[in-house]
């Protein structure tokens, strides 16, 4: 049974991410039927003034670290990614994780977590921005960044800022239900769980070319997605043999031209499903993908969502 949490927070806070947290588990909703949490804000000391990452707002920690001693969950906010993190906190993690507390980061709070030597051997996520890092500096982690959290059972890891929601009412259903979860999430006017993953939120960069007859290529392409292109098409435009343009394609761009032809395609669906009112058939015509099942099928594999719900969340509206 979830009874008692405790925010952990630590100098250069992101001030969202810790309001996720006092959001799900600080507020009193017993009139909604929801249990009262014994909810802790923690600071390396009692009364500690905490530097939150916005110049001049700061926050005070009314708790020390022995106030995790007996806590059932433990939340580690966002924070400034660093070298090095405060032992006595570090210390703190430890204990908590090695007494079964459960352990949930938002963001970057996850560089904190595997700080503490927590998470060695464990799948985790972070932001997407933030993944390569991740992994760089702690090898002995997976690090997924294409969904919006990870549930490993004692630790939970979420990926950027509003999927700490996601995380935390994961936690709530997890262990109070999905009423629970849901009452909470009516009040907070969101989903009680959202589809989909990170790739839905990552921008999707055009490979540089320094071949200028592949580059100008790639440029016309780009211009007539909606035709019928082919690698014996294009290597033609290009006036290289199909063996050749392939293996020049792959050493310029890093894939196949198939597939970079493909992730134009869907790139482009997704400007039109945010900025226009065609419907999916048409959307999939524009794009070249001919029918909305095969749009269908591309889109979801490549941004984890269905063209439809992508552009329920992302569609251009005008004030």
């Known amino acids: 049974m979830l009874r008692s949490v405790g925010a952990l927070v630590v100098d250069g806070l992101a001030v969202f991410e810790f309001g996720v947290v006092c959001e799900v588990f600080g507020i009193d909703r017993t009139d909604d039927g929801v249990p009262s949490f014994d909810f802790r804000?923690?600071?390396?000391t009692a009364g500690a003034t905490i530097r939150s990452g916005i110049p001049g707002v700061e926050?005070?920690?009314?708790?020390?670290?022995?106030?995790l001693a007996d806590v059932d969950l433990v939340a580690v906010p966002a924070?400034?990614?660093?070298?090095?993190?405060?032992?006595?906190?570090?210390?703190?993690?430890?204990?908590?994780?090695?007494?079964?507390?459960t352990i949930v980061s938002v963001?970057?709070?996850?560089?904190?977590?595997?700080?503490a030597g927590i998470l060695d051997g464990r799948t985790v996520t972070t932001h997407w921005?933030?993944?390569a890092e991740l992994a760089r500096r702690y090898p002995h982690l997976t690090v997924d960044p294409d969904v919006l959290f990870v549930d490993e059972g004692d630790i939970v890891t979420s990926a950027g800022t509003a999927a700490g929601i996601d995380a935390c009412l994961h936690i709530v259903r997890r262990e109070l239900g999905g009423t629970v979860a849901t009452a909470i999430?009516?009040?907070?006017?969101v989903p009680p769980q959202r589809d989909g993953g990170q790739r839905q939120y990552i921008p999707q960069p055009v490979p540089e070319c320094t071949d200028d007859s592949l580059r100008l290529v790639l440029e016309w392409v780009q211009e007539t997605l909606a035709d019928d292109?082919?690698?014996d098409s294009l290597a033609a435009r290009a006036l290289m043999s199909p063996r050749t343009f392939a293996r020049r394609f792959a050493a310029e761009t890093g894939t196949t031209p198939m597939r970079w032809l493909v992730g134009q395609r869907v790139m482009h669906a997704q400007v039109l499903l945010e900025d226009s009112d065609l419907d999916v058939e048409?959307?999939?015509r524009e794009c070249g993908f001919g029918s909305a099942a095969l749009l269908r099928h591309h889109f979801r594999r490549a941004v984890g969502v269905a063209p439809a719900d992508y552009r329920a969340s992302f569609r251009s509206r005008v004030a």
């Open 41 to 44: 804000v923690v600071g390396p």
């Open 59 to 67: 926050i005070r920690a009314p708790y020390g670290l022995d106030a």
């Open 229 to 231: 292109h082919t690698v």
């Open 282 to 284: 048409e959307v999939a």
């Open 107 to 115: 963001c970057s709070g996850v560089f904190v977590l595997a700080a």
């Open 129 to 131: 921005k933030h993944a």
């Open 185 to 189: 999430a009516r009040r907070m006017v």
């Open 79 to 101: 924070t400034v990614i660093r070298d090095e993190y405060d032992p006595a906190v570090l210390d703190a993690i430890r204990a908590a994780h090695a007494r079964g507390a």
